[in-house]
């Protein structure tokens, strides 16, 4: 039997019970500032992940249309932050 570290360990368990979905999204809300800098985090009203798809709601229109135009590179920068593919779609609202 192979030795698993701990950090292995506790990921193997969170996927198997389905809770990594629910912390990811969690994250992305606590850290979404880091992820897509200040400006966006500051006219963002609302960021939720459901089934691999981000979901972003704002008010300001100059920024919904940047982010429609941004959409790929809003999956980049969220994957390339957790490394790994988190977000597979984005839709604005």
Same mark, same amino acid.
């Given at each position: ?5 701990? $950090? !292995? ?10 809770? /990594? ?15 897509? $800098? ?11 992940l459901k !089934? $691999? ?5 704002? !008010?300001?229109?100059?920024?919904? /249309?940047?982010? /429609?135009? $941004?959409?790929? /590179?809003?999956?980049?920068?969220v994957n ?14």
């Open positions: 039997m192979a030795m698993l570290s701990i $950090g !292995d360990s506790l990921n193997s368990f969170l996927k198997s019970a389905k809770w /990594q979905a629910k912390i990811n999204e969690i994250r992305i809300k606590a850290e979404w500032e880091k992820i897509m $800098g200040a400006t966006i985090a500051r006219y963002t009203r609302e960021v939720k !089934d $691999g798809i981000l979901i972003i709601a704002t !008010d300001v229109a100059p920024l919904k /249309q940047e982010l /429609q135009f $941004g959409k790929e /590179q809003v999956i980049k920068n390339e932050y957790f490394k790994d593919t988190v977000v597979k779609e984005v839709v604005i609202k």
